[in-house]
């Protein structure tokens, strides 16, 4: 009965794969080495000539457009200070969209410095003239 669970007839359980040979994994290749292409377990790859390896320790730095940021940010502060900074704003967000086209990085902020900065000159502008009719037409 011994012989049904174990597949031979020595007590010890006979071959486990017969006709393999028990140097080779169950893949062809010899134990201790890897299949082509693969790396042993924490080896790190080896890459010729002192290229760097495809990963960096720490992620890149995110690229911004100074002149699109300022240009938000002038804009923005135009709404507390009466739209004045708004032409600045203006001129920021003008320089900011030029270099966005040479580097890709910062047109829509500079856009919306833009489009945010006339907004509050073109309100500025707006109530100067309304503060001048109401001025002009109580005073004659």
Do not use: K
């Amino acid at each position: 009965m011994a012989e049904d669970y174990t597949g031979g007839g020595s007590g010890y359980g006979g071959d486990p794969n017969p006709g393999q040979d028990p140097f080779r994994s169950p893949h062809g290749q010899p134990y201790g080495q890897q299949p082509y292409g693969q790396q042993p377990y924490g080896q790190q790859p080896y890459y010729p000539g002192g290229y760097p390896t495809p990963y960096s320790a720490y992620p890149a730095p995110q690229r911004n457009n100074g002149l699109a940021v300022a240009s938000l940010v002038v804009s923005l502060c135009s709404i507390f200070l009466c739209g004045l900074p708004g032409f600045v704003g203006i001129g920021l967000g003008i320089a900011g969209y030029r270099q966005s086209r040479r580097t890709g990085v910062g047109r829509g902020m500079s856009i919306a410095g833009i489009v945010i900065g006339a907004s509050f000159a073109l309100l500025s502008i707006g109530w100067i003239v309304v503060l001048i009719a109401v001025s002009s037409s109580s005073s004659g």
